[in-house]
């Protein structure tokens, strides 16, 4: 089975799907891996570290996604749908596409790329169970969104993390606050209090109190009660307003305490919710700095401008977008281990085999025959059954 590796085309994305390292083990399954030229560069994995365990390399993307029956990308059109878009044109019925694709959002591509007969599995889809924990491609790349964050606010804070004792007199550690201790936040956590920073988190969870404890930080309680705060797959569920306000209200005098706030909250498919009004930036002390990394769903700061850094009353706002790409040799690693991971799990006898019995599969699996099938990327999509099976008929 000829698995494809094409070269990222979304602006300022670094990482590649597959690595060398990987390719051994994708080998011994009876995989044989097919690169577009260049496409690991950008992370640090020139064509010829392939080349040496083997795998073959094409001249252009549409060699790729001809002889591959599997193709493996970081951003497939649904997450790229500008400079992706080309690519619908390349799939084929009987072909699978693997790669982040933000399907909650997507409707409309995933609706396209049903139409072409090609199989795509959506790796935000991923359930949270103990025998996914190595396909799960956004905890790995949430990791190093939380290390990234506190570098950030590190670089914009115009104060050092630590309490240094000098000759000079002391200097005061600062304070960080970290808004969601999913992965993201607790990295973020470990990160800065690295760095030297006393650090607090809060989490709507209370049962990950421990958690936050274990890494140094002190947890942030507060007398107001989440309810369902997860869903069944594992991810945030979205809130009533009624709770932000009041969860608002009691953060603010926390947020005007710290020097710096790392925002992570963020709901699969939905607009981020707003956690920081512009009223509690303007009760933050001068030079602090906020770095929200739920930017790419709206931002979790009232203040914040996806892609871009502003100042507001003297605080910096951050607003950062794909952190992961900033650090793509290991990102890549991860995504690859992950990702080679979830494919040798559909792989029996050296070809992909769909059993949709099994709940990685079936909750991964967005569009198979001409039809969108995953009831969450439906029901997003507006597809109905009559509308999926007059889709399903116009392709036969």
Excluded: W
Excluded at 110 to 117: F, I, L, P, Y
Excluded at 145 to 155: E, M
Excluded at 383 to 390: K, L, R, S
């Amino acid at each position: 089975m000829i698995v494809g590796v094409t070269r990222e085309t979304y602006p300022g994305e670094r990482r590649v799907a597959l690595v060398p390292a990987v390719i051994p083990s994708l080998a011994k399954a009876g995989c044989q891996v097919l690169l577009e030229t260049g496409a690991g560069a950008a992370a640090g994995f020139h064509d010829a570290s392939y080349t040496e365990r083997e795998a073959k390399t094409a001249l252009s993307r549409d060699e790729v996604f001809g002889a591959a029956e599997v193709v493996l990308q970081v951003r497939a059109y649904g997450a790229n749908q500008k400079a992706g878009r080309g690519d619908l044109a390349r799939l084929r019925r009987g072909q699978f596409l693997i790669g982040l694709f933000e399907p909650l959002s997507s409707g409309e591509a995933a609706r396209e790329v049903a139409a072409t007969g090609a199989s795509l599995f959506a790796l935000e889809l991923m359930p949270r169970i103990t025998r996914a924990q190595r396909m799960d491609v956004l905890s790995s790349m949430a990791t190093i969104a939380g290390y990234k964050a506190v570098l950030l606010a590190a670089q914009a804070l115009p104060k050092m993390f630590p309490m240094l004792m000098t000759a000079a007199g002391t200097v005061n550690p600062a304070r960080v606050l970290v808004l969601g201790a999913g992965v993201a936040g607790l990295q973020a956590i470990a990160t800065a209090r690295r760095l030297g920073g006393v650090v607090e988190a809060y989490d709507v969870r209370p049962e990950v109190k421990e958690q936050v404890e274990s890494l140094g930080a002190r947890f942030v309680d507060l007398p107001v009660e989440a309810a369902d705060a997860q869903d069944e797959a594992g991810y945030a569920r979205a809130q009533d307003e009624s709770f932000y306000r009041r969860q608002r209200d009691l953060l603010s005098k926390v947020v005007a305490r710290c020097d710096v706030v790392i925002t992570t909250a963020a709901v699969p498919g939905r607009k981020a919710p707003v956690l920081i009004t512009t009223d509690m930036v303007a009760g933050m002390p001068p030079g602090s700095v906020i770095v929200d990394l739920a930017a790419e769903r709206g931002g979790n700061c009232q203040a914040t401008r996806p892609g871009e850094t502003v100042v507001e009353g003297g605080v910096t706002i951050l607003g950062p977008l794909n952190l992961a790409a900033e650090v793509p040799h290991d990102a890549s690693q991860m995504y690859a281990r992950n990702v080679t991971a979830f494919l040798l799990h559909l792989v029996k006898d050296g070809a992909l085999r769909l059993n949709l019995e099994d709940e990685i599969t079936r909750e991964t699996l967005v569009t198979h025959d001409g039809r969108v099938v995953h009831s969450r990327v439906r029901e997003a999509a507006g597809v109905t059954g009559a509308a999926a099976v007059a889709a399903r008929s116009q392709e036969a």
